[in-house]
């Protein structure tokens, strides 16, 4: 059989369950290679930095695309999202939450959001802490300009990705407490264990697109 024709695409979404989706992580490339992957069908994108997303966004604005922010984000940025991202896989303090909270608020917006979970303990990761994290969490569902649908999490990159399979067990586990029942995890590494771990969003950069280019400080 010839399998030169499958894309690296088509290849990996043989391997989604329903309810898995595929959230394309374009952070570091250029809008050419984005074009050529919406032009095969994908239509979920993410990106880490708030203004080179603006930048794609604007570039891009003739394509029908959901933008995902999944980079940490910072406060001073809350007033650029505007309407700009589908989703935001980052959140991860009760400020921030709230500063998003009252930014949607202002523009009659409801913001799609994710918690990141820091299940690895190293302080160097983002994301909460489980203990805050619960401790938060009716003060996080009660806002009313963010709607927390999912829980994230971005394990130690193990060289072995079977290691983290514990993380994501975990992070599972947490939101079955939780009543969530959206789980963003799984990177070009992993993938294949966060799936069979239950993940609904696997985000991949280097699998569909290759190397990134180097991040600049301006970012
Ligand atoms: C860059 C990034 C990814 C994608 O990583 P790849 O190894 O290129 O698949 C996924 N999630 C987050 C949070 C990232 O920053």
């Known amino acids: 059989m010839d399998f030169s024709k499958d894309s690296a695409r088509s290849l990996i979404l043989k391997q989604l369950s329903s309810g898995q989706k595929l959230l394309a992580v374009s952070k570091l490339q250029p809008s050419e290679k984005i074009e050529k992957l919406y032009s095969e069908g994908q239509r979920d994108f993410a990106e880490n930095y708030v203004q080179e997303a603006l930048k794609k966004i604007e570039t891009l604005n003739h394509l029908d695309i959901r933008w995902h922010l999944i980079g940490p984000l910072q406060k001073n940025k809350v007033k650029l999202l505007k309407k700009n991202f589908f989703c935001i896989h980052s959140i991860d303090s009760l400020d921030l939450a709230m500063r998003i909270s009252d930014a949607s608020l202002e523009i009659q917006h409801v913001q799609k959001v994710f918690v990141q979970v820091n299940l690895s303990g190293e302080t160097s990761k983002s994301g909460y802490e489980v203990k805050n994290l619960l401790q938060d969490w009716e003060k996080l569902t009660n806002l009313k300009g963010i709607s927390v649908d999912g829980l994230m999490t971005m394990p130690p990159l193990e060289n072995i990705p079977e290691k983290n399979r514990v993380f994501f067990k975990e992070l599972k586990y947490i939101g079955s407490k939780l009543n969530i ?39």
Do not use: C, P, V
């Open 181 to 219: 029942n959206e789980y963003s995890m799984g990177t070009s590494h992993d993938y294949r264990i966060a799936l069979e771990e239950g993940a609904t969003w696997i985000r991949l950069g280097t699998m569909l697109f290759g190397e990134r280019q180097q991040k600049r400080d301006h970012q």
